[in-house]
Antibody, heavy 119, light 108 residues
């Protein structure tokens, strides 16, 4: 059974860079046709897609965040990561990592990790 | 960017009743790349429906999806106690991927 687990600091200061890692277990991150993504949810609000990376390394970003976001994969550790720079209080959210296959939506999700931006 | 609108915002129903949730897209979705998720407090979203009408693995058949183009519907035929949650539609055919604002199904 595929499992995804987010990890990273729960508190980030304004203007700094938020860094999160998603560790994938129960399957290979480099399997063909898989896409790995990050989605966030501010407290009490809806879901926002941040970015995705394909099994081949192609990256896709939400234009609203593109200038501040980097997504990457470390196949040796079976992990993928998110970096969000110049954070503000508006970036406070639960951050989820997730997997999709081919032309299908995200079917496996991590449990989510709350990141608070505050000094 | 494709904007998704969901209605109603809140649906108050009793167990055993039928729930009908609507999702409307600002432009036609290619190949019906529309999915539905269920989210309970403190949990990650759970995929229910993909391709507008296909149930995901392990989803009970009381959940069904329909629609095409710009108008989509999620129907829960008979609400079970565990079905009271927030439901989101999502389009995944066009970047950026977008979600609707959600419909909360609560107990009347």
């Amino acid at each position: 059974q595929l499992q995804l687990q987010e990890s990273g600091p729960g508190l980030v200061k304004p203007s700094e860079t938020l860094s999160l890692t998603c560790t994938v277990s129960g399957g290979s991150i480099s399997s063909s046709s898989y896409y790995w993504g990050w989605i966030r949810q501010p407290p009490g609000k809806g879901l926002e897609w941040i970015a995705s990376i394909s099994y081949s390394g192609s990256t896709y970003y939400n234009p609203s965040l593109k200038s501040r976001v980097t997504i990457s994969v470390d196949t040796s550790k079976n992990q993928f990561s998110l970096k969000l720079s110049s954070v503000t209080a508006a970036d406070t959210a639960v951050y989820y990592c997730a997997r999709s296959r081919g032309e299908l939506p995200y079917d496996y999700w991590g449990q989510g990790t709350l990141v608070t931006v505050s000094s | 960017e494709i904007v998704l609108t969901q209605s109603p915002g809140t649906l108050s129903l009793s167990p055993g009743e039928r729930a009908t949730l609507s999702c409307r897209a600002s432009q036609s979705l290619s190949s019906s790349f529309l999915s539905w998720y269920q989210q309970k407090p403190g949990q990650a979203p759970r995929l229910l429906i993909y391709g507008a009408s296909s149930r995901a693995t392990g989803i009970p058949d009381r959940f069904s999806g329909s629609g095409s183009g710009t108008d989509f519907t999620l129907t829960i035929s008979r609400l079970e106690p565990e079905d009271f949650a927030v439901y989101y539609c999502q389009q995944y055919g066009s970047s950026p991927l977008t979600f609707g604002p959600g419909t909360k199904v609560d107990i009347k």
